[in-house]
């Protein structure tokens, strides 16, 4: 297995549970010392590699390494490291935009393009790309990671028909609210609602929020790539955001605002 985004959040979790159930796991992240640390905790056979995934040549590189260091055919390919930016449209600034995107989208295409050659040569396999519900649903001061997400969306989509006849599979996987420290690491200059929160105060209502642990969305993840789906939507958010891109694909917002103040007023109690 090869999983990026694993120094941390569902990456660490993934590499933990598949480890443990006796996969060898080819780790990487831009993140030395959480990769460091998720490798100590591991007791099967790991490579680690401190990687960013922008960077196309590199994917390459580690797609050769891998290659050649694994005993066996590759299983699948987690391409899972993501970043948030939180801001309007109005104020965005293009560099935040473009890191995410370099990252959350390019990222995935470089690491589909560096593996699916290994998968394909091999006639098995599956690249799991991690878009979000935020792939289902446009959200305010989300919009660079909802375009992004968006695009990992299409593309695997595109890609699974194109494989249709092989036995290699594109599976996309939409997390909802996971407990990681992607808001506490995210690009966020200023409050966009004008409520003069902290970022701090934003990535602790986000976690208060969050229905999820990396663990349980690691099991639900491995367990549908194991299962053969081609869609995972992880934690009961997502299903909820699913049904409502379905049955009101325009007006999804009132009622997400409503969870929302609902779920505010919760917290203030």
């Known amino acids: 297995m090869v999983i990026t985004g694993a ?23 831009v993140d030395e010392d959480g990769l460091k640390a998720t490798a100590a905790a591991l ?23 891998v290659r050649e260091w694994l005993p066996a055919p590759l299983a699948a390919v987690f391409n899972n490291a993501g970043v948030a930016v939180t801001s309007s449209v109005l104020d965005a600034v293009p560099e935040d935009d473009d890191w995410l995107h370099d990252i959350n989208f390019h990222g995935v295409v470089h ?27 446009g959200v305010p001061y989300q919009s ?15 890609l699974r028909q194109e494989l249709r006849g092989t036995h290699v599979r594109a599976v996309t996987v939409h997390p909802g609210g996971i407990t990681t420290n992607i808001a506490r690491n995210a690009r966020v200059r200023r ?17 208060a929020m969050t229905m999820t642990s990396p663990d349980k969305a690691a099991a639900i993840i491995h367990t549908g790539v194991d299962r053969g789906k ?40």
């Open 43 to 65: 007791h099967g056979r790991v490579l680690t590699r401190v990687l960013d995934v922008r960077d196309a040549d590199d994917q390459l590189r580690f797609a050769a390494e």
């Open 111 to 137: 690491g589909t393009r560096a593996f699916l050659p290994i998968l394909v040569e091999q006639g098995e396999g599956a690249i799991v790309n991690t878009s979000s519900v935020y792939g289902l649903l």
């Open 230 to 269: 081609a869609r995972i939507l992880v934690g009961p958010d997502a299903y909820l955001f699913d049904a409502l891109a379905r049955i009101t694909p325009t007006h999804y917002n009132a009622v997400l605002t409503r969870v929302l103040q609902r779920a505010r007023r919760t917290e203030a109690v």
């Open 191 to 207: 409050d966009p609602e004008g409520r003069g929160r902290t970022h701090e105060q934003m990535a602790a209502q986000f976690e």
């Open 7 to 29: 120094a941390s959040g569902i990456g660490r979790a993934l590499a933990t549970r598949l480890s443990r159930l006796g996969s060898p796991v080819a780790l990487a992240d």
């Open 144 to 158: 660079a990671y909802c375009a992004a997400k968006f695009a990992v969306r299409g593309f695997t989509e595109s």
